[in-house]
């Protein structure tokens, strides 16, 4: 989908050909990003052949190392976990196909296309693509997700540059949503009550989402990474002889949606094209979210956002008609998704009901003390995140032994759950389940763009892990 595998230097216009090339040309870093993007290519499956792949390690694991992987236990923690993860993939689901039939409606188009107008090189549209990805991702990890692949062809319109690179700068950048407002372990933790605030369970306190944010573990790995990672895309650039760049014209035809036809003259063509039935719905949900603001019972989850992406995307479609067509169109996203969460399911059963979990785990705490069970935390996250990508499965499988050892080494729990979210953040850089629905909307393949963000993993390791070890307390 808008991917033309031409790569000749004819197709670089002049004054993007020579913005920075004399700099990157034949450096270290370009040739080991040739070599990653070419492993890469070669051995990366379909994610769904990765899903299940980790789903036979899991068991092989499971079966080999911990007491309680007899083949009974592991085939009913399966069964189990792969179903009781139903409701809550419907759930992310419903928030993509929600939060992407509202970032396509025009006045979020008209702004897109405004801000990508504002590229004019390769380097310059990199990294205008990575901080509207950010800001975006900051605010939801879903509108985030729409956003990042939809701004990148906004953008590869404009700017001739290759389009993998494009979308892995913008992939790179989205990650950095378990830093913001929507990061789901920081919405369970502020969650009185729920039965997945795990730090609430143990020690009887809610983490406020201010302890969270504000946090320098949190702040600090972003202000630091938002300067270095396009700094390392910026080292990466493909030469003109190497791009494979997105065919504009190609992108503008698949964008380009088609007029409704008028409205039959008849009650039913009136109904389906009258705005005030949109309002109507508009109504009732703004005046539950009123209603909830006023008692103090208000609280950002998952349902929430459902139902604010919903009234926002009603709101700018206006009419019924539009708004089911925008959705229809959204829809083709969710699928992997929902393929996939199920396998993923599984695997957090099979780890949950034979402890290959609280093994993983327990190896980590068992060596860390005071100063170095963020950082250990933030190691045994990435591994986890592989195995378990969603981030709200993942507090589940390693909150109920990272927040106890936070609490008999004196060490906050703020320092632990930010370094849970981190680990996810970092993971999602080799784990591609996340990025299903960004190089979907994208149209660029899977290989390509996880060769650049191996890269970016050992940097984010880096630094994220420096910061957790050298301020495990504050």
Known sequence: MGFSDSKTAAEMPAPQSRDTEAVVGGSFIRRLTRICVSVVEQIMPDPFVIAV???????????TIVPGGTTSTILTGWYEGVFNIASFAFLVALTLVTGHALSTSRPVARLLSSLAGKAKTRAGAMVLTFFVSLAAS?????????????????????????????????????????????????????????????????TGEVLSMKAFLLSPLNYLPLLLLA?????????????????????????RREDTVAADPPAPASVAGWLNHSWIINITIVGLGVWYIGMKVATGMFRMDLNMLVLIFLLLGLLMHLTPRAYLKAINNAARVAGPILLQFPLYGGIMGIMTATGLADWMS?????????????????????????????????????????????????????????????????????????????????????????????????????????????????
């Open 362 to 474: 327990e190896i980590f705490v068992r060596y860390s003390d005071g100063q170095t069970l963020p950082l250990w935390t933030f190691l045994s996250s990435l591994i986890i995140s592989v195995f378990v990508p969603s981030a709200g499965g993942h507090w589940i499988v390693q909150a109920p032994f990272a927040v106890p050892a936070a609490v008999s080494l004196g060490v906050p729990q703020a320092s632990v759950a930010i370094a849970v979210a981190l680990g996810e953040g970092a993971a999602d850089m080799i784990q591609p389940m996340w990025a299903i629905p960004l190089l979907a909307i994208a149209g660029v393949g899977l290989g390509r763009v996880m060769g650049y963000t191996l890269i970016i993993f050992f940097l984010m390791c880096a630094v994220m892990g420096g910061v957790l070890y050298l301020y495990p307390h504050v």
């Open 53 to 63: 792949i980790l789903t036979a390690v899991t068991c092989l694991l499971a079966y």
């Open 227 to 251: 300067i270095l990672i396009p700094l390392a895309f910026w080292l990466m650039m493909p030469g003109p002889d190497e791009s494979v760049a997105a065919d504009p014209e190609k992108l």
């Open 138 to 202: 900051l605010l939801n990890w879903a509108f985030g997700l729409v956003v990042t692949a939809l701004f990148a062809r906004e953008v590869a319109k404009r700017v001739k540059v290759d389009f993998a690179w494009l979308v892995a700068a913008a992939y790179a950048a989205w990650s950095f949503y378990v830093c913001g407002i929507s990061s789901s372990i920081a919405l369970l933790s502020a969650s009185s009550g729920s039965p997945m605030n795990i730090i609430e369970k143990h």
